[in-house]
């Protein structure tokens, strides 16, 4: 069932509130009125002197006023845009959380883009950690070329990581300022990054809190030295003098998409310098502690070596990283003892210490698992109960010829968090689909939504005007719990309990041109469920890419501009193809496997064919390909 754009509209705004602690509440915020005579300029520069006087409330205020001028005036919107959801963000203000979102991204589609140029700049460095090295560089292009397309780019940015696409507020976005905010509290051992923060702060924006961390001092533990170098003061003395106790700070990220934990090391560098991020435990030791010269007082023991196993011991408990490569020294320790039983103590060779270091440290400079880690991570959206959304697009020309887009929404919500415990079932749900249509700068141009039956197994159909304005497409499914006796009348107060979307591919719209043979989309799927009305859908099937090994594949097709000959009827053949596609290395093979030509006669210039291919002999499991072609006897 199709719910009108403005009950759409209410009923967002409604959850909203309940979601998000009054979220829209901000629209309404009492404000100061902007005297007529000044600028936004000066606008900005106040909320400025109220905010570091400690005003902020009336900062955010002003600025709010500030949105109210007439829009000839010159706008640094970009900039209150920025300042206006730091502020909010860092004083935790949830009922400004909707409208800084909105001042944020309406920031980027301003014309003074790049006046000053030196803020949008810093907004490209604060984003960095989050881009691709190519989706980087190609911004800052853009920034030197002083191109328009920046704005959009950086604007559809967030609005992809939305994880509520139907709601005003970008959890995503604010999570992204809130850990900045928490980490120029707390990383300030350094200011070397785009968030003034020591290099833990690049890490926390990213990732968020570490699933595990530890902090300490290394090289406390004399204990452990003394286990492989003989009880002497003066030997002891002198490994002391490279041991700077380096200050330490290890996180691990267990939950993230790789193959093993992902571990990141913070420390002093060489045991005393900068504090900063670094590729391993050997950083943390001044390297004249590894050369020959420094035994001369040590008795042949190299310093940095027993700083190295040292080091290890201390963090072997915290992850099996570390306790293996603690291992594999303490092996080689026991090696050298093992050649002269009857030495007190025997150091492994200057040659072999030095390999196991090297190899270390180029291990540690290509970590694995630090490039397998996402660009980033949102802790919000992996507290939502996920939804997964498949979407078929279908393009077509409707009877006069304009391009249509018929969009198919299929959700499976899974892993619902609230159960009846007594009951033992999972709850009765009512799921809703949004289709949120954007232009190229990524501007909200229409919504559609739709609650489809019980019946029709969370499947929606959206038919649209595909019009070359419109960009960029967004599918969103929330599942909303009903009680066991709903009240239609408050069902739009509900707030989702599941929540899921999908971007959209933009496809080009079909040809008008009457002089030439068109096709729609080729529609393959599964028939539709009992109970569905069919005189919803352009065709009598439901999309899938993957069917029942027994069921017909069922195929659907229309063809346009068809030629009529002399005696009012048009003729025209379809070849169908089913292959099996298999990769060996590079190459892809194809193994045609279904060939199939039908023939038609069509008095109209305009043919509309649906057909079932009979698949059930094919292997399942095994990749598939369909294609189809039209051919007209006329030259088309």
């Avoid at 790789?258 to 390297?287: C, H, M, Q, T, W």
């Avoid at 304005?469 to 739009?492: K, M, Q, R, S, V």
């Avoid at 290395?585 to 194809?590: A, T």
Wanted: charged residues 25%; aromatic residues 10%.
């Amino acid at each position: 069932m199709k719910i009108p754009l403005k009950n759409v509209r209410r009923r967002l705004r409604t959850v909203s509130i309940l979601a998000f602690g009054g979220a829209w509440f901000a629209a309404d915020i009492p404000h100061k009125l902007v005297r007529a005579q000044e600028t936004m300029a000066g606008a900005y520069q106040k909320g400025l002197e109220q905010r570091n006087a400690g005003d902020w409330k009336s900062a955010l205020d002003t600025w709010l006023a500030a949105r109210q001028m007439p829009t000839q005036q010159e706008r640094p919107d970009f900039g209150i845009g920025i300042a206006f959801i730091e502020l909010a963000v860092r004083q935790n203000a949830p009922e400004y959380y909707a409208v800084a979102c909105e001042m944020y991204l309406r920031g980027f589609l301003e014309k003074n883009l790049f006046k000053p140029k030196n803020e949008i700049r810093q907004e490209i460095e604060r984003l960095a950690p989050l881009l691709r090295e190519k989706q980087y560089a190609d911004w800052n292009l853009s920034l030197s070329q002083n191109d328009s397309s920046l704005g959009a780019k950086m604007r559809g940015f967030w609005i992809e990581k939305d994880p509520t696409p139907t709601t005003e507020t970008n959890e995503r976005l604010l999570e992204h300022w809130e850990r900045i905010a928490y980490a120029r509290e707390h990383f300030t051992k350094a200011s070397n990054t785009a968030y003034a923060t020591d290099d833990r702060g690049l890490i926390y924006v990213k990732f968020g809190k570490p699933d595990k961390s530890k902090k300490g001092f290394l090289g406390t533990n004399k204990n452990e030295s003394r286990n492989w170098v003989p009880i002497d003061f003066e030997i002891e003395r002198q490994i002391d003098t490279f041991n700077t106790l380096p200050e330490y700070e290890v996180w691990r990220y267990s939950s993230l998409p790789a193959d093993e934990p992902i571990i990141y090391l913070f420390g002093n560098k060489d045991g005393a310098g900068s504090y900063g991020l670094r590729s391993g435990v050997e950083d943390f030791i001044p390297p004249r502690a590894f050369s020959k010269r420094s035994t001369r007082y040590t008795g042949g023991f190299l310093p940095g070596a027993v700083l190295q196993i040292m080091f290890y011991a201390e963090l072997r408990t915290f992850d099996p990283f570390f306790d293996r490569r603690y291992r594999e020294l303490e092996s080689s320790w026991v090696q050298a003892t093992a050649s002269d039983p009857f030495a007190q103590r025997l150091s492994p060779s200057h040659n072999l210490l030095r390999g196991i270091t090297a190899h270390y440290e180029n291990r540690d400079a290509d970590n694995v698992a630090q490039k397998q880690a996402p660009l980033d991570r949102s802790t919000y959206e992996e507290s939502l109960n996920p939804i997964n959304v498949a979407h078929y697009q279908t393009r077509l020309l409707d009877e006069k010829d304009q391009p249509k887009l018929a969009v198919t929404a299929f959700s499976f919500v899974e892993n619902l968090a609230s159960v009846n415990a007594r009951e033992k079932k999972a709850p009765i749900y009512q799921l809703t689909h949004t289709l949120i249509v954007r232009d190229k700068n990524w501007r909200e141009t229409d919504r559609y939504a739709d609650t489809p039956p019980v019946s029709y197994d969370n499947v929606s159909l959206f038919m649209i005007e595909q019009n070359a304005a419109l960009a960029h497409y967004t599918l969103a499914a929330e599942a909303f719990h009903l009680p066991d006796n709903p009240n239609p009348d408050t069902l739009i107060y509900l707030a989702p309990i599941a929540i899921g979307k999908a971007t959209l591919e933009p496809k080009p719209a079909l040809s008008r041109n009457p002089a030439s043979l068109e096709l729609s989309d080729l529609a393959i799927g599964v028939a539709m469920p009992a109970g569905v009305d069919s005189a919803l859908f352009p065709f009598h099937l439901i999309p899938a890419d993957q069917i029942w090994r027994g069921d017909a594949l069922k195929c659907y097709l229309e063809i346009y501009h068809l030629a009529l000959k002399p005696d009012g009827v048009a003729e025209f053949s379809i070849d169908f193809r089913v292959a099996r596609l298999e990769r060996k290395g590079n190459k892809l093979n194809r193994k045609e496997m279904v060939a199939l030509s039908f023939n038609f006669d069509h008095p109209q210039r305009r043919a509309q064919e649906g057909f079932d291919i009979d698949v059930s002999r094919l292997k399942p499991g095994v990749g598939k390909r369909v294609a189809c072609t039209t051919r007209s006897p006329l030259s088309q």
